[in-house]
C-alpha cells in the first residue's frame, strides 16, 4: 500500500526552529515536495526534493533521504503567519502531476 | 501575472445532480491537475489535463471527467453526485506536465445533501 506519515500536530513558540517530519511509503517515488495550507486558503508550493540532501528556501529548508524514505520540512525564525497546515507530496509516476498527498501536519506559533 | 482562479466558490448540490467546476489556469501554463480535499486530509489527485487530453487520473470513478480548453482553462464535471463527493476541489496549473511547482486555485467548496 501508499502511506506518507505526518505528525498531526505541532505547536512551536514564535522566533524558534521547528522540524516536521514525513516518512514514506509508495509504489513509485520522482521527488518530495512540501505544502503549506492556511485555513480556508490555496496550498502553497515551499520545496521540493529530488536527490538527498538539504535545500534551502529563506527561512524555510527541506531534507530528503530515499534510502530511509525519510524527508523533513525545517522553519526557522517562526513568525505567527506560519500557523497553517503543512503537506508533504510524493509524486508518484513520471510524466505527470501526480502527488500523493500526506494528511497534513497543523502547525501553531504561540507568541 | 494573473493567479489560478475557480468558479464558483462554493455550491450546494444534492445526491444524483451534476455539477460543473471551472479553473482558469495561471498566465503561461499549459497543465493543469485537479485534485479533492476532504475535511481535515491532504488533496487527492483525481486527474491531469495537457494539451486538451487527460495524461493521468488517479483512483476516480468515471463520472469523474474533465476537460481543457485551448486557453488552457478546464472544467471538472461530477455526474451522479453522491455525500461523500462533498469536499473541496483544487486545480493546481504548472510549467509542463512534470512541473515541481503546482500553483493551486483557492478551490470550490461543494456540499452534496
Known amino acids: 500500500g501508499q502511506s506518507l506519515e505526518q505528525p498531526s500536530e505541532v505547536t512551536a513558540v514564535e522566533g524558534a526552529i521547528v522540524q516536521i517530519n514525513c516518512t514514506y511509503q509508495?509504489?513509485?517515488?520522482?521527488?518530495l515536495s512540501w505544502y503549506q495550507q492556511h485555513d480556508g486558503g490555496a496550498p502553497t508550493f515551499l520545496s521540493y526534493?529530488?536527490?538527498?540532501g538539504l535545500e534551502e528556501t529563506g527561512r524555510f529548508s527541506s531534507f530528503l533521504s530515499r534510502s530511509d524514505s525519510y524527508g523533513y520540512l525545517l522553519l526557522q525564525e517562526l513568525q505567527m503567519k506560519d500557523s497553517a497546515s503543512y503537506f508533504c507530496a510524493v509524486r508518484q509516476q513520471t510524466g505527470a502531476n501526480n502527488l500523493f498527498f500526506g494528511t497534513g501536519t497543523r502547525l501553531t506559533v504561540i507568541p | 501575472e494573473t493567479g489560478v482562479t475557480q468558479s464558483p466558490t462554493h455550491l450546494i448540490k444534492t445526491r444524483g445532480q451534476q455539477v460543473t467546476l471551472r479553473c482558469s489556469s495561471q498566465?503561461?501554463?499549459?497543465?493543469v491537475s485537479w485534485y479533492q480535499q476532504a475535511l481535515g486530509q491532504g488533496p487527492q489527485f483525481i486527474f491531469q489535463y495537457y494539451r486538451e487530453e487527460e495524461n493521468g487520473r488517479g483512483n476516480f470513478p468515471p463520472r469523474f471527467s474533465g476537460l481543457q480548453f485551448p486557453n488552457y482553462s478546464s472544467e471538472l464535471n461530477v455526474n451522479a453526485l453522491e455525500l461523500d463527493d462533498s469536499a473541496l476541489y483544487l486545480c493546481a496549473s504548472s510549467a509542463g506536465t512534470v512541473g515541481e511547482k503546482l500553483f493551486f486555485g483557492s478551490g470550490t467548496q461543494l456540499s452534496v445533501l
Open positions: 498566465s503561461g501554463h499549459n497543465t
Open positions: 526534493n529530488a536527490l538527498d
Open positions: 509508495t509504489s513509485g517515488f520522482y521527488g
